[in-house]
């Protein structure tokens, strides 16, 4: 499953720290970051500032490779704008400024039906988009989850910018507009199904969001609607199933989703702590407290004693080097390493038991942060104290690295081998550094978390989905 196919109402501060339900606390506080994780996010943030375009917006999918832009990748470059002015990295003038292009580039964007020249159709954008133009990039899809990444971006920056000044009240009507002419009902194409996503060439795509992943902000977002809502019978629909995904391989139980993303995403810009929706309900009845905020924790767990038993035998994993999600690979070959056969992939969703190939993406850890911030910060300490600038440079961590893999006679299709480290990744991905600024900041300050949960779009989601509890009820 590919990322690119698929793709805390307190701050209970004591409560991130535990890896049990977090409780619910009055008050928004400030954690105290490790210095080198502050260094991460600060790095991490600057490489949206260095790659992505003031005037219209666009960040690119992938950097320095020359990339087409990657409409969430702008959603989480939207996202980190008020980050920076809370940090006092960018001024709130220019946040404003950048936010203010971005939404009246994609509100005036042209859509429609033809298979060119067009920045999305029924209100929704394609995956990537060409860098100088902003128009379809190749033959890629129309999709409802990075659409939805990037209007996450876009109702935070609504919540953030609430001043009187002209321009914020334009950034607020222009992000609701936006907002309110997409056409979920559009693509629910199957019984209380949303499909993935559209081609003008072959119409929409056999996949739905029906597997649990970070597909949830998609439903939320398409039930709170207030033009075109879909039932919510898509989330009882989207629940039906979980009891195929619950596993405890590895760690605690949990619904399991190989690669880190799909518990990362949706977190971004909601918080779940304390708050169930009829299957969580149910499943704390059965074994107690438990929400999705708890099944992230348990999952980083899992990954993390995967990496420590290490059955693959993979050179660099241990309890402090871990993390395994979608990112790039060294190509797709296989090739005998130390009398053993070991068969490597390209870009590819990556999760315990599922295509590990031995490339650790820091990313997943990272973007961990809130879930088990002791454990991710040794992570980060580790991974630059063993493998240093070859994986970790001026925008902070470059998206893959593969120890096993140390020399390579044959093609590359990313990145190079690098002397006493192994493989290592060229580029960075928006799509890895957006997480790691944003879950920093939930962790640290709540930003995120707090204005969202004032988000009425995003409220009357999670009330048709059922949920109940905690600050929903505060």
């Not at 709130?92 to 859509?111: G, I, K, M, S, V």
């Not at 953030?160 to 507009?177: G, K, N, S, T, V």
């Not at 929409?204 to 949830?216: Q, R």
């Not at 315990?352 to 980060?380: E, H, K």
Request: charged share 20%; aromatic share 12%; hydrophobic share 40%.
């Amino acid at each position: 499953m590919d990322r690119r196919g698929f793709l805390m109402a307190s701050g209970a501060l004591v409560a991130l720290m535990g890896s049990g339900c977090a409780s619910m606390a009055g008050g928004a506080g400030v954690r105290s970051l490790d210095p080198e994780v502050a260094e991460l996010q600060r790095r991490t943030f600057d490489w949206f500032v260095r790659v992505t375009d003031i005037d219209r917006g666009l960040t690119p999918d992938r950097w320095p490779t020359q990339s087409f832009c990657s409409v969430a990748a702008v959603g989480f470059a939207l996202a980190c704008w008020p980050i920076g002015v809370e940090n006092g990295w960018m001024s709130r003038e220019e946040a404003r400024a950048r936010t203010l292009n971005t939404l009246r580039f994609f509100h005036d964007a042209p859509q429609g039906p033809e298979a060119t020249g067009m920045t999305g159709y029924k209100g929704f954008f394609y995956h990537f988009l060409e860098m100088d133009t902003g128009h379809r990039f190749g033959r890629t899809e129309l999709s409802t989850v990075d659409t939805t990444l990037l209007l996450g971006g876009m109702l935070f920056a609504a919540r953030y910018f609430d001043r009187d000044h002209a321009d914020e009240a334009e950034i607020r009507r222009l992000a609701q507009a936006i907002y309110d002419r997409v056409e979920w009902d559009w693509v629910v194409v199957r019984p209380n199904r949303i499909s993935m996503g559209w081609h003008p060439e072959t119409g929409f795509i056999e996949a739905d969001w029906h597997v649990y992943n970070e597909g949830m902000l998609v439903l939320l977002l398409a039930m709170g609607s207030r033009t075109h809502p879909v039932s919510p019978a898509v989330w009882t629909e989207w629940c039906s199933i979980y009891d195929r995904s619950w596993t405890d391989a590895y760690g605690p139980a949990h619904l399991h989703f190989p690669p880190l993303f799909g518990h990362q995403y949706s977190h971004m810009f909601v918080d779940y702590r304390g708050i169930r929706d009829p299957w969580m309900r149910a499943k704390s009845a059965e074994i107690g407290p438990f929400d999705y905020f708890e099944n992230s924790v348990r999952a980083v767990q899992a990954q993390r004693n995967y990496a420590t038993a290490n059955p693959g035998g993979w050179d660099g994993y241990s309890a402090d080097v871990w993390g395994l999600t979608a990112c790039d690979g060294p190509g797709d070959f296989k090739q005998v390493i130390d009398a053993r056969e070991r068969e490597f992939f390209s870009y590819s969703a990556r999760g315990p038991g599922d295509r590990d190939d031995g490339t650790i993406a820091p990313t997943a850890a990272m973007a961990s942060y809130p879930f088990a911030p002791g454990d991710v910060t040794a992570c980060l300490n580790a991974m630059k104290a063993r493998y240093g600038e070859a994986i970790y440079t001026d925008y902070g961590f470059l998206d893959s690295f593969n120890p096993t893999l140390t020399e390579r006679e044959g093609r590359l299709q990313h990145g190079r081998i690098v002397p006493g480290v192994g493989w290592v990744d060229g580029d960075y991905l928006g799509i890895d550094q957006g997480p790691i600024v944003v879950m920093i900041e939930n962790a640290r300050t709540d930003l995120v978390w707090r204005h969202m949960r004032t988000e009425p779009n995003l409220r009357r989601g999670l009330e048709a989905a059922g949920f109940t509890g905690g600050w929903l009820e505060a």
